[in-house]
């Protein structure tokens, strides 16, 4: 690496080009102009800019499904999918998320633009995600919004408030978190939190989402039933009412219709009708415990991007054909 000594201000500098080279896609030329810089100069700084790690190319291998891929954005309308190829060998869940993650990581970085709301869920496939970004993420000035409450107090990697966190870092941008629980079982009480200072001044940003990043629970089995913010007889009333799984607390019937009425509480967080006019809302998940849900919120007609494996893709196809 060639010896430099690089001044705040060269790194500003140098920061600005390759966002508006490797991001907003402007030519040399165009940057020169508009900076006032010389092309020389743009070009010397895209190459400093690479040798000392501040742009990071990585080739990631497309192992992907797209015949698989053609028919579930055909099926359900969606803008894109992306359908991970596994393997036959390989069995262990741990390895097949980490395979969904390192395989779609490179067209969510694409597009996550600058300055962009981007909202936050929590989920096992969505942790591989977010680590698979770290080798691709620049500096982007985000808003990394908490998009719903935590269903448990004990650090994890999986926790909405740690991917949000982690996301921010990784694209210099501003977190914002949610300090509330998902789920609260008297209405009232959920009322009086959404009016505090901690949980109020979040709320706003759920109506600005550019791009939000999701799991999808099933109805048992979840994070939510496993943390005792939904009880077993709640469970019952949900799966009586059709309830097949949920999006941020909303549950929904495997055609999709919503249900959230069976539950006696409420959810902390973005809306159903927030999540609807979100224009980029992205669900990522995976296994056979998840197919109803998955087909569900298909059917609900929410999603503009899915990201799972071939065989959940091929099981969602299945119960939905």
Known sequence: MTDYTTTPGDLDLMVRVAEKYYIENKTQAQIAKQLGISS????????????????????????????????????????????????????????????????????????????MVIGVGQGRVLAELVNALEGLASPRKNKII????????QRSPTRSVELTR????????????????????????????LTTSVVSEVLPFYEKLDLALLGIGQLRGSPLELNGLLRPDQVDQLEAAGAVGDICGHFFTKEGQLVDEA???????ATWEQLQRCPCLIAISCGSEKVHALGGILEAGLLQILITDELTAQEIIAITA
Request: net charge neutral; aromatic share 6%; hydrophobic share 40%.
């Open 40 to 115: 020389s100069t743009v070009s010397r700084l895209l190459n400093r800019a690479r040798e000392e790690g501040i742009v990071r190319i990585t080739i990631v291998p497309q192992n992907r499904n797209r015949s698989l891929e053609g028919l579930l954005c055909q099926r359900y309308n969606l803008k894109e999918a992306v359908v991970a190829n596994i393997p036959a060998h390989i069995s262990d869940e741990n390895k097949v998320r980490q395979i969904i993650g390192y395989t779609a990581a490179s067209y969510i970085d694409s597009l996550i633009k600058p300055e």
């Open 263 to 269: 539950y006696s509480g409420r959810a902390i967080g």
């Open 166 to 193: 982690i996301l921010a870092d990784m694209y210099s941008g501003v977190a914002y978190y949610l300090n509330a629980p998902a789920l609260v079982d008297d209405k009232e009480l959920a009322d009086k939190l």
């Open 146 to 153: 908490q998009i719903f409450g935590a269903d448990n107090m």
